[in-house]
Every structure is written in structure tokens, then in C-alpha cells.
């Protein structure tokens, strides 16, 4: 199990953003119960997702498919889909594999959540920011 920590963000336009904070590992043992969590997320409650990978040490490919997997629901639910604040450990993942140019990073999470776009919002919750932990 990889603990996830969820926080809501509503945009002034009432545009809302979910934020995953995942911790450990996202390899082969705990990147499907992230993807069900990102898979629920999208559908339920916004499109709209930024993940911070601060937290998160390692990734392997299973991880980077669960992250492709939650950028295509986004987009297919017109959102959008951010990472922010990637691991030093992580962050070569993603540069030998090129997935830093697939996916949209960003140094901190203020960044990312400032470029999601306004006034596409598929569903919305109320509420400024809460966090849950997963």
C-alpha cells in the first residue's frame, strides 16, 4: 500500500483542483492502487489533477504508466494533468525514459496549480482546500 494524501483546491471561478501526494515507492506493488485513486478521482470528483511526487523516491515503469494512464483520463474528461516538486531520486526516471517532455512538471506545486486552466470544470466539490489522507 502507498499512503496518498488528497487535497482539494477551488479556483475563485470555482474551478476544482485535486492534488495526490503519494509517499514511497510507485513501482509494480503499489502503482495500481495509485491509478484506481487517480482513476476515482478524475471521474469523481474534477479532471483536473496536479501530482506531487515530493515525497515519492523511486518510480518505475509500472509508476510511469499509472501517471500516462491518469493524463489520458484527464484529458479525456477535458482536464488536465500536472506533476510538480519531483524527487531528486525520481526526477532521472523521468529524464532517461523522455517523459519529461510528455508530462507537464513543475518545481513546486504553487506553479502547477496557477497554470491549470479556468472554467473547464467537469464536476466540483466546495471548499477552498481540505486534505484526507488515503
Not at 496536479?50 to 515519492?56: A, R, Y
Not at 479525456?76 to 519529461?100: A, W, Y
Request: aromatic share 6%; glycine share 6%.
Amino acid at each position: 500500500m502507498i499512503p496518498i494524501e488528497q487535497a482539494t483546491h477551488t479556483a475563485s471561478d470555482g474551478t476544482t483542483i485535486i492534488v495526490l501526494t503519494p509517499s514511497g515507492r510507485l513501482d509494480i506493488r503499489t502503482a495500481w492502487q495509485f491509478r484506481l485513486e487517480l482513476q476515482q478521482c478524475i471521474s469523481k470528483l474534477s479532471p483536473h489533477v496536479v501530482i506531487n511526487l515530493s515525497q515519492v523516491s523511486f518510480v518505475d515503469s509500472s509508476g510511469l504508466t499509472a501517471l500516462v494512464a491518469g493524463m489520458r483520463d484527464a484529458d479525456k474528461n477535458q482536464g488536465s494533468f500536472r506533476i510538480c516538486e519531483v524527487h531528486p531520486e525520481s526526477r532521472l526516471v523521468f529524464e532517461v525514459t523522455m517523459m519529461d517532455s510528455v508530462f507537464e512538471i513543475y518545481e513546486t506545486q504553487k506553479e502547477a496549480l496557477e497554470t491549470v486552466p479556468r472554467g473547464r470544470q467537469a464536476t466540483a466539490s466546495g471548499g477552498n482546500e481540505s486534505k484526507a489522507a488515503m
